[in-house]
């Protein structure tokens, strides 16, 4: 069992920036990648990010050279820098860890595990 807990979500005006942070504890596993994915009200849930143990990074298009994700081992701690902000952003944004039993893949990953979720919401 793996918990994930999501902080940093808030209101910001378009333009600005926030720092999502996913600190994930529980039973030891081989968490051979991790993501972020959001939802907004009425739309499908989409990723927005995924690493790989090795660093790779993966990036949904809409987020492309705005986003930045990163994750310190050391603290299990996964992170999303999200700079240039833009209305159509606001989301509540989820943390995703694998499991072998998950419904949801992107690319070799196959995500289980969700955090409870962060609100963002990015105002004209």
């Known amino acids: 069992q793996v918990q994930l807990v999501e902080s940093g979500g808030g209101s910001v005006q378009s333009g600005g920036s926030l720092r999502l942070s996913c600190v994930a504890s529980?039973?030891?596993?081989?968490?051979?990648?991790m993501g972020w994915f959001r939802q907004a009200p009425g739309k499908e849930r989409e990723g927005v990010a995924v690493i790989s143990s090795d660093g790779t990074t993966t990036y949904g298009d809409s987020v492309k050279g705005r986003f930045t994700i990163s994750q310190d081992n050391s603290k299990n701690t996964l992170y999303l820098q999200m700079n240039s902000l833009k209305p159509e952003d606001t989301a509540m944004y989820y943390c995703?860890?694998?499991?072998?039993?998950?419904?949801?893949?992107?690319?070799?990953?196959?995500?289980?595990?969700w955090g409870q979720g962060t609100q963002v919401t990015v105002s004209p």
């Open positions: 529980g039973s030891a596993v081989r968490r051979s990648c």
């Open positions: 995703a860890a694998p499991a072998s039993w998950g419904g949801t893949w992107w690319g070799a990953c196959r995500f289980g595990y």
